[in-house]
């Protein structure tokens, strides 16, 4: 009789160890399971947000307007992939009219003229004269369209005087145009994009931009990818800049 009790008591705490096995294992599949279900959710409203998509149209909204020469990385052109540069881009409000506070907007034929002189009428030394002379200010950026094309250093308006502006250097060819433009920078640091000195996107694992050059134009390609559960979170976009004048 002894010895069936200890059989049966033996028997007994072998059921147990294995019911609390079995448990443990049940209990780990759940847990991975309920764990890999937090991840797919947490991936779901990753991929829905639409935060990375509304940031790379900001940076395309702005890119769309650069000026193809002023394009560098670390200071030098842009010529591969990279995730600094810095560019000078067109004021596109003051060219094509609307966008500026108190300004009083002149129309012809219904279409909103810019709300600056654009027409060099003539030039000397780092003169340059216009009729009428309208809407800029000193110390503002100006980019000259001339014949033959300069190397692209912008210019900055020293004074103005009735409808003369003064430069503050010396063309080096004729200027027929003169454009107002913006200085930026785009900037990828501590998993931060920075557009000038503002953040415009956090928790970013990689930003590329990549210009691929032909002789229409240069079209950059583009790739914004934020952190996200299992795989990175990512956007595509890209801009096309064609030259701003072609002398024929």
């Given at each position: 009789?002894?010895?069936?009790r200890?059989?049966?008591?033996?028997?007994?705490?072998?059921?147990a160890?294995?019911?609390?096995?079995i448990?443990?294992?049940?209990?780990?599949?759940?847990?991975?399971?309920?764990?890999?279900?937090?991840?797919?959710?947490?991936?779901?409203?990753?991929?829905?947000?639409s935060?990375?998509?509304?940031?790379l149209?900001?940076?395309?909204?702005i890119?769309?307007?650069?000026?193809?020469?002023?394009?560098q990385?670390n200071?030098a052109?842009?010529n591969?992939p990279?995730?600094?540069i810095?560019?000078?881009?067109?004021?596109?409000?003051?060219l094509f009219g609307?966008?500026?506070k108190?300004?009083?907007?002149?129309?012809q034929?219904d279409?909103?003229?810019?709300?600056?002189?654009?027409?060099?009428?003539?030039?000397?030394?780092?003169?340059?004269?216009?009729?009428?002379?309208?809407?800029w200010?000193?110390?503002?950026?100006?980019?000259?369209?001339?014949?033959?094309?300069e190397?692209?250093?912008?210019?900055?308006?020293?004074?103005?005087?009735?409808?003369?502006?003064?430069l503050?250097?010396?063309?080096?060819?004729?200027?027929?145009?003169i454009?107002p433009i913006?200085n930026h920078?785009?900037?990828?640091?501590?998993?931060?994009?920075?557009?000038?000195?503002?953040?415009l996107i956090?928790?970013v694992?990689?930003f590329?931009i990549?210009?691929?050059?032909s002789?229409?134009g240069?079209?950059l390609e583009?790739?914004?990818?934020?952190?996200?559960?299992?795989?990175?979170?990512?956007?595509n976009?890209?801009?096309?800049?064609?030259?701003?004048?072609?002398?024929?």
């Amino acid at each position: 009789m002894p010895t069936y009790r200890q059989s049966h008591n033996a028997f007994s705490l072998f059921e147990a160890i294995v019911c609390i096995i079995i448990l443990g294992v049940i209990g780990i599949i759940c847990s991975s399971m309920l764990l890999q279900i937090s991840k797919n959710i947490s991936y779901t409203k990753a991929i829905s947000d639409s935060s990375p998509y509304i940031a790379l149209l900001k940076i395309e909204n702005i890119l769309q307007y650069a000026i193809i020469e002023s394009l560098q990385s670390n200071g030098a052109p842009l010529n591969a992939p990279s995730s600094n540069i810095s560019f000078s881009s067109l004021q596109e409000s003051l060219l094509f009219g609307g966008g500026v506070k108190n300004s009083l907007q002149e129309v012809q034929n219904d279409t909103l003229l810019p709300t600056l002189s654009l027409v060099i009428d003539s030039h000397y030394d780092e003169i340059l004269y216009f009729k009428p002379l309208k809407g800029w200010q000193t110390s503002q950026k100006a980019y000259l369209i001339t014949q033959p094309r300069e190397s692209f250093k912008p210019y900055s308006i020293a004074r103005i005087h009735d409808d003369i502006i003064y430069l503050d250097r010396k063309p080096l060819h004729s200027p027929h145009l003169i454009l107002p433009i913006q200085n930026h920078t785009l900037t990828l640091h501590d998993n931060i994009l920075w557009l000038d000195n503002a953040p415009l996107i956090n928790d970013v694992s990689s930003f590329i931009i990549t210009p691929i050059s032909s002789t229409q134009g240069t079209f950059l390609e583009m790739q914004l990818c934020v952190k996200a559960p299992i795989k990175n979170h990512c956007e595509n976009g890209g801009v096309w800049l064609d030259e701003i004048v072609v002398w024929q």
